[in-house]
């Protein structure tokens, strides 16, 4: 299972890598890999996981209200609502 996990280097993202490091999962063959592209994340996020062929994204939700939604978007609704995989959405 291929699982790819997008972080932004905040307090959320930390609690997602811990939340995913915690669970029983089949250490068969990990591999990790740590980059840092720059662009729009919600692109970047759903191209690697089509590239990779993920079967499943895990980020944080910021849970951002009112005008900083608006102005900023939700990465994880954009990624869960296009992902060409299952996606988990981690609240803070």
């Known amino acids: 299972m291929k699982v790819l ?11 997602v890598l811990a939340e995913v490091a915690a ?3 089949p250490r068969q063959k990990v591999e990790a890999a740590h980059k840092m592209p720059i662009g ?6 759903l191209d690697v996981a089509e590239a990779w062929e ?6 944080a939700a910021h849970g951002r209200r009112g005008l900083d ?8 609704e954009a990624v869960a609502t296009y992902a060409p995989c299952s996606v988990e ?4």
């Open 89 to 92: 959405v981690i609240r803070n």
């Open 54 to 59: 993920a079967d499943l994204i895990v980020v």
């Open 5 to 15: 996990i997008a972080t932004d280097c905040s307090p959320a993202a930390d609690l």
């Open 69 to 76: 939604r608006l102005l900023m978007g939700s990465v994880s």
């Open 40 to 45: 729009e994340p919600r692109a970047l996020i």
């Open 23 to 25: 669970r029983p999962w």
